[in-house]
């Protein structure tokens, strides 16, 4: 399979609506904002949701094998058995792993690895300072580290004017340990957090001289154009609740060369987002945007 042919840049315009888009947990899961008061989604709970997405979607199509499985599974929805990334890496790559084919055989196997890329760093199982049999000592730890770099970045999202987080204290029925006289201690209060309104937006790019590396195909790139629209579907929790999370719209710019006929940061610059969720597209030559509803 040939690998990607042409440079691809993508953004996604999303609505929030009494929900918790991502949660900090060294602010007390507060919806996480800069120092601007403009809403934040991090690049990896976004990344989450595409891993998600792809791997519900060949587990219903009954595709869910090598090339399109998911290497970082989440522990709510794993498609194994395995219990860490080590575990499956050994599974999937076996004697292999740790191999001057471990990158191509990742690749490989593995969506998201040929996609995002990935870091296998792996301890050794030999204790290090181990006696050899000639009186000498092993020099450490002997264990993975191989580096992958991936073509698909994608950036943080941001909301497009400061945004208002409403706080809800709350209170639990029951006690979650034990207590002397049998009242609901005060551990059971608790907060609750939620943006109230607001629209974000990311951008995100694919690099076809990366893509050569990785062996990210067309078809590849496409997966993921699928699922961005559907970016929120079976993503329901109390903090996000169904209908809370919307994507409004996704614009695809394909580019008909290798190198890109403008430079990212260019094509980002050309979308402008309201904050009604509107949006506008300043003319790049020769460069058309498809424009994708939301699901």
Not at 91 to 118: H, I, M, N, P, Y
Not at 121 to 143: F, P, W, Y
Not at 175 to 198: A, Q
Not at 231 to 237: G, H, Q, V, W
Request: hydrophobic share 35%; glycine share 8%.
């Amino acid at each position: 399979m040939t690998s990607l042919q042409n440079k691809i840049d993508f953004a996604v315009i999303l609505r929030v609506k009494n929900a918790n888009p991502n949660g900090d947990p060294l602010n007390g899961n507060r919806p996480r904002t800069d120092y601007s008061n403009f809403g934040e989604m991090t690049d990896v709970s976004i990344k989450r949701k595409i891993r998600d997405r792809l791997l519900e979607r060949w587990i219903a199509d009954g595709k869910a094998d090598d090339g399109n499985m998911i290497f970082v599974q989440s522990d709510d929805r794993k498609a194994d058995d395995c219990k860490s990334l080590r575990s499956r890496a050994e599974v999937g790559l076996g004697k292999e792993l740790g191999s001057d084919k471990t990158v191509t055989l990742a690749c490989a196997k593995w969506f998201d690895v040929r996609a995002f890329g990935q870091l296998f760093a792996l301890k050794s199982n030999k204790k290090a300072g181990k006696k050899k049999e000639d009186g000498s000592e092993d020099e450490g730890d002997t264990g993975v580290s191989i580096g992958i770099r991936g073509p698909v970045t994608v950036q943080s999202a941001f909301s497009v004017e400061p945004i208002d987080v409403t706080s809800t204290q709350i209170t639990k029925s029951v006690n979650g340990e034990d207590t002397k006289d049998g009242k609901r201690s005060p551990d059971t209060m608790g907060m609750k957090h939620r943006v109230d309104h607001g629209i974000y937006r990311f951008y995100g790019s694919m690099n076809p001289q990366l893509a050569e590396k990785t062996r990210f195909s067309d078809a590849d790139s496409e997966a993921i154009k699928k699922v961005l629209p559907k970016l929120f579907e079976n993503d329901e929790s109390s903090a996000r609740p169904a209908g809370s999370m919307e994507v409004i719209k996704v614009i695809w710019w394909k580019h008909n060369c290798k190198s890109g006929q403008y430079s990212s940061a260019k094509v980002h610059r050309s979308l402008t987002v309201n904050p009604d969720g509107t949006f506008a597209l300043s003319n790049l030559d020769n460069l058309a945007a498809e424009v994708i509803e939301g699901f």
